[in-house]
């Protein structure tokens, strides 16, 4: 059995619910990321995994604007866009300042943020996400 997701559990679960496979799986992938950049900054050191988080974020981020639609990312959904943003903005903040208090503070947001974003445009259709 696989190991639950330990960043972005809800995300997960609002891609899984959605059946948005290409969201679940970058969301997959970023967790794993997650945990890698997590190791490293409780253990201080600068490997790879640190810094790799950063381009996974983007793919999920630009996964889910294409599941949601283009158009409903930059209209309707433009404030969950910016609070993904922001987030994505203050987790890699908080990567290149080594602080791994604000990283998962961050996470949090971010984990809601790209949840809210599946849940709301699945909701807008009264469908899975097409």
């Keep these: 059995m696989a190991k639950p997701p ?26 794993r990321a997650a945990a890698d950049c997590w190791a490293s900054l409780l253990a201080g050191c600068t490997s790879t995994g640190r810094w790799g988080l950063g381009p996974r974020l983007r793919r999920l981020s630009e996964a889910t604007s294409q599941e949601v639609g283009t158009r409903w990312w930059s209209a309707e959904g433009a404030s969950h866009r910016r609070r993904v943003a922001r987030a994505q903005a203050e ?5 290149a300042e080594g602080d791994g208090q604000e990283f998962a503070r961050a996470f949090v947001g971010y984990d809601h943020a790209m949840a809210s974003a599946v849940v709301c445009a699945e909701q807008r259709t009264g469908s899975p996400t097409a």
């Design 6 to 31: 330990t960043f972005l559990p809800l995300t997960v679960d609002a891609a899984r619910h959605a059946q948005a496979t290409v969201v679940l799986h970058r969301a997959v992938e970023t967790d």
């Design 91 to 95: 987790i890699e903040d908080s990567i």
